[in-house]
């Protein structure tokens, strides 16, 4: 066994973030339930419409506008980001939507299906190879999400959507 490479101490770590990021997707659900009375489709656009802003503060504070006027002008990445914007922006109304509908379940279920989703497009898209002991814990984590889809079968669809949604999102972006 190799041992364990050693970490940068100067380097800082992103564990903070991460726990910050689980933390607010875990309690996102709530909020949603709470915004019932808003549209899925309006709190989608408001969504967009406030990012925008703040994306373009980032944007400015890093410098990048010569990078944004490059892409605005190659015809195959405004093509790859209206596909990548499409595709976020159905994600993020059948969740929304879902919630809202107490379909709670539904949507969890297709963030679990993501990950096999993410794989199987690994290998058939980009040539990605797995080992033996990956595809035995690929088959693991597909009968654990089967066993929970069972649960789920009139709301499948919606787990579906999500799953192919996002892992779509990630192959194009």
């Known amino acids: 066994?190799?041992?364990?490479?050693?970490?940068?101490?100067?380097?800082?770590s992103g564990l903070p973030q991460a726990l910050g990021a689980y933390l607010i997707w875990g309690f996102l659900p709530l909020y949603l339930m709470l915004m019932s009375s808003i549209p899925p489709f309006e709190f989608v656009g408001?969504?967009?419409?406030?990012?925008?802003?703040?994306c373009l503060v980032i944007v400015a504070a890093r410098r990048q506008f010569p990078e944004i006027i490059a892409a605005l002008r190659d015809p195959r990445a405004l093509i790859m980001l209206l596909a990548s914007a499409v595709l976020i922006g159905i994600n993020w109304f059948v969740y929304i939507w879902a919630i809202i509908e107490g379909n709670v379940y539904a949507t969890s279920l297709g963030y679990y299906l993501n990950p096999l989703l993410n794989v199987l497009l690994g290998t058939m898209l980009l040539g990605e190879r797995l080992s033996k002991w990956q595809w035995v814990a690929v088959a693991i984590a597909a009968g654990a999400v089967a066993l929970l889809a069972m649960g789920a079968l009139t709301t499948l669809w919606i787990s579906r959507c999500i799953a192919m949604s996002f892992g779509l999102y990630g192959s194009v972006r």
């Open 1 to 12: 066994m190799s041992p364990a490479p050693e970490t940068d101490p100067s380097q800082p």
């Open 46 to 54: 408001w969504r967009i419409i406030w990012t925008l802003p703040l």
